[in-house]
């Protein structure tokens, strides 16, 4: 298991991990997570609260305000899970440019 540090503006991607459950830590903002299991809905989290988001279920971090969060999750998942082909997709995170 990897902690990551991410930053989230707007909306994300709808999207789910076939084999890994994703941890959120939101460190800084509000963070507004879309679930769809199956009925659609909308958890708050606020700083020092966290989400576990189980494998294949869909979801979309969104957010008003930039938020800082850590993520604990298997260094090799990928941020936007199924959906590969997103501009956002990061594969490999020694790509990252800062």
């Known amino acids: 298991m990897h902690l990551k540090f991410a930053k989230v503006k707007g909306d994300f991607v709808w999207h789910h991990h076939e084999h890994e459950d994703e941890l959120f830590l939101v460190m800084k903002g509000v963070l507004q997570m879309k679930i769809r299991d199956p009925e659609e809905r909308i958890e708050v989290i606020h700083p020092n609260e966290f989400i576990i988001i189980p494998r294949g ?4 971090p969104c957010a008003d305000e930039e ?11 990928v941020n936007t ?12 995170l020694d790509d990252l440019k800062f």
């Not at 279920?57 to 979309?60: I, P, R, T, Y």
């Open 57 to 60: 279920v869909e979801h979309c």
């Open 67 to 77: 938020v800082e969060l850590l993520l604990l999750e298997p260094k090799s998942t």
């Open 81 to 92: 899970g199924n959906e590969t082909e997103d501009a956002k997709t990061v594969v490999d």
